[in-house]
């Protein structure tokens, strides 16, 4: 037998092994480049710049040397596993400090995830390599329709559209209007033809003469600005932005009185701990509204206390008392039940008369937080708890009527289901409110990133949004997409912010008329692209 010796065989051929790894490197390298990329481009580092080329280095390996369909699939799996892991690391903070998973398990099971949505990425990248493969570098116009695609496929089956990469403009209003039109995938769309352009472009001038060279700048170059002015017009639709508004001043508006009361996630399983934080939430509301009688609206966030109005009568009287003595509306997070064993995460409306005029049941449960998907198809994972309780989605888009404003409200993850925030505008809400809790997370970057979720969700609808937190980040975004003022991460805080009053109802948007129509769409063209990319390899073969 002939000997080994560094990675090759004496006299033969070099290593099965290290012509493996030889081949894939630049793959593995162009993916890991791209993740890390886009990792950075949002929270906690939020350099949002970098989306415009994060993606740039997977096309160009990708387009640039063949490669079969299952290592185009690999390399998009390991960038979108990397992504998802790296700007997501949070998720395992609520596992080991509320959990109580050791940190090595938690950070393994998150892996698991990362994977399932990862798998996207590498459906794109199968894709493209075919579009480009076999169509040519004409295939590269389809690219950015293949990624809305994808986005919006992980988003359907998943119910975890999580950090789209459209999100990561979210602090740059004029790009953010572009969701009026198209939604968040609109900005994801601009981002990737922008780099789809690059990549080819650069493609084109390797090899090539000066005449070319100057030519397909020209084209790139107009294509740019063709992109830009398409982008200012999506931006416009639905009408104009509306002014923005000084968050203090108390003359006409709709007046909101918003408490953050940075209550521990512990007092959850503390029932002393809760009464505590409750009388505490109480007398803070109190004196909030004695600094600021002129209050409309006083809004609690999701917190760790599982108030219960059905419950706990007690607890009914003592809200009650509440707005009746300072005739405000009091919206809040409150558990409850049905009948026979239902369990509800839901938002109660308390009139000035200390009625219930409203509630809303969450319709977009977080898996594992809320209730634990595949029960009763995997034996074991029926043993899994739910993190926050077991609870059953509503059904109802309600919006709470309080005479100036009509209310639709959701709670926390619900930030990422554009779809919610859009039917309750849909069905008349002139203000959304969004309570949320993410002290589950820590001192982590989840807080901004469900900020920038918001920020989206107001844009598509132009609808301003109050987001109450109780721990941080609660702000009030115009139905522009601007943050106008904002709390702090893990601080204890009071706002009082006002919201222009607008006679009749205001305009609806095109998203909020026709929703998820531009990704379906592009979801529609890219399937259709493939297929025909198919068929033309079907024919040469059989020509052949």
């Known amino acids: 037998m002939m000997e080994k010796k560094d990675g090759q065989r004496v006299g033969g051929s070099p290593s099965p092994r290290r012509s493996w790894i030889t ?179 650069s493609l084109r001038l390797l090899n090539r003469s000066e005449w070319e060279w100057r030519w397909t ?76 009688p002129e209050v409309d609206l006083v809004v609690w966030p999701e917190s760790p206390l599982n108030i219960s109005l059905g419950d706990s009568p007690e607890v009914l009287d003592m809200l009650q008392s509440l707005v009746r003595e300072h005739g405000v509306y009091l919206l809040l997070n409150a558990v409850e039940r049905r009948p026979p064993d239902a369990w509800y995460n839901s938002v109660a409306v308390l009139s000035p008369q200390g009625e219930v005029i409203a509630e809303y049941e969450k319709i977009g449960l977080l898996p594992f937080g809320e209730y634990v998907p595949l029960r009763g198809l995997i034996p074991w994972i029926d043993r899994l708890p739910a993190l926050a309780g077991d609870f059953t989605p509503g059904r109802e888009y309600t919006v709470a009527d309080l005479g100036r404003v009509k209310v639709g409200s959701f709670i926390c993850s619900e930030a990422a289901w554009p779809e919610i925030p859009r039917k309750l505008t849909a069905n008349g809400a002139t203000l959304l409110i969004e309570v949320t809790n993410d002290g589950w997370f820590g001192p982590t970057a989840a807080a901004q990133q469900h900020l920038w979720h918001a920020i989206f969700r107001a844009a598509e609808n132009d609808r301003p949004l109050i987001r109450v937190t109780n721990n941080g980040i609660s702000a009030y975004i115009t139905g522009g997409g601007l943050v106008v003022d904002h709390t702090w991460l893990g601080e204890s805080a009071v706002r009082y912010w006002t919201i222009p009053s607008s006679p009749g109802r205001p305009r609806a948007t095109v998203y909020t008329r026709l929703g998820d129509l531009f990704a379906i769409g592009c979801a529609l063209l890219g399937g259709i692209a493939v297929l025909g990319a198919m068929m033309v390899r079907i024919s040469s073969r059989s020509s052949t």
Request: proline share 5%; with cysteine.
């Open 217 to 292: 700048w020209r084209l790139v170059g107009l294509g740019g600005m063709g992109a830009l002015v398409a982008a200012s017009l999506v931006s416009s639709w639905g009408g104009a932005r509306p002014s923005v508004p000084r968050p203090h001043e108390w003359r006409g508006g709709f007046r909101v009185l918003a408490i953050q009361p940075n209550i521990p996630i512990t007092a959850l399983f503390d029932p002393e701990l809760q009464t505590r934080h409750f009388l505490r939430l109480v007398a803070t509301t109190r004196s909030a509204l004695a600094t600021h």
């Open 23 to 201: 081949h894939h490197r630049a793959g593995w390298l162009s993916a890991l480049l791209s993740s890390s990329l886009l990792i950075v481009a949002f929270p906690p580092l939020g350099l949002s710049f970098l989306a415009w080329i994060g993606i740039a280095p997977l096309l160009y390996t990708l387009a640039r040397a063949p490669r079969s369909a299952k290592s185009g699939f690999g390399y998009g799996l390991l960038a979108g596993s990397t992504f998802f892991y790296g700007s997501c690391f949070w998720v395992t903070y609520s596992m080991i400090h509320y959990g109580g998973l050791p940190a090595w398990l938690a950070y393994t099971l998150g892996i698991v995830p990362a994977v399932v949505l990862g798998s996207f990425w590498g459906i794109f990248a199968l894709t493209f390599n075919i579009i480009v493969r076999r169509l040519g570098q004409g295939g590269f116009l389809l690219v950015p329709f293949l990624w809305v695609a994808t986005e919006w496929a992980r988003a359907e089956v998943t119910t975890i559209g999580w950090n789209a990469l459209g999100y990561s403009q979210a602090l740059h209003p004029w790009l953010v209007g572009i969701a009026r039109g198209a939604g968040v995938y609109g900005v994801s769309f601009l981002l990737v033809a922008t780099q789809s352009a690059l990549v080819w472009a």
